[in-house]
């Protein structure tokens, strides 16, 4: 990384901002189970801090930051946060591209969404920064069964304890990309202390 990014607890955001990122509030997903969401986030100053921070040697921070309308308005506008989880499914990402062998590319909309995201209805480890869904792999878009089942055994194996959805059309299912995710995992950097007691 050629600049730390600073880390926010989200408790000390403006009003606006916690209506859109609801830190440490509780998130229901669809069998009704309570998730606290992220406090802690990177702050991004801008879209060239996006570009140039390296989150693993072939992921930069930008792919997981790609949102579309779809987005709340006032999680596109710099500074940007993302919470801290983002370093462990760039990780778990880095490890399966090896055994793909090939690069991956991820989804607009496909990396961290805000709890006010529109696809954000209910509790998605896209809201805490740990799932992310590539829609293509090398030159083949993940468009049919088989080469979703294929890179699914595959990413499976590569990562334990990866979710990876399976093909079909109903609900936790996917028919046109690849979704992994590494559940609700809440993230706290061990340099936080070092970088408030600096201050």
Known sequence: MPKELEIVDGLGFSEDLRRVYCPDEEMRDRD??????????????DWDAALNVRLTPHFDLWEFMICDYKEHP?????????????????AALEVVRAEFNSYVHIAANGGYRSPCHQLST??????????ANIYRIADEYLEDQEKIEKY?????RAVY????????LTVNFTSDQLHLDLGYSLFLPSNIGAQHDGK
């Not at 006032?74 to 760039?90: D, E, G, H, K, M």
């Open 74 to 90: 006032l999680a596109t506008q710099y500074p940007r946060y993302i919470p801290c989880a983002v370093s462990l499914i760039a």
């Open 32 to 45: 009704g189970l309570a998730h606290r969401l992220p406090r802690y986030f990177y702050k991004v100053p």
């Open 122 to 131: 209910y509790a998605s480890p896209h809201c805490w920064a740990t799932a």
């Open 161 to 168: 304890g990866l979710w990876v959805r399976p093909y079909g």
């Open 152 to 156: 699914k055994r595959v990413a499976e």
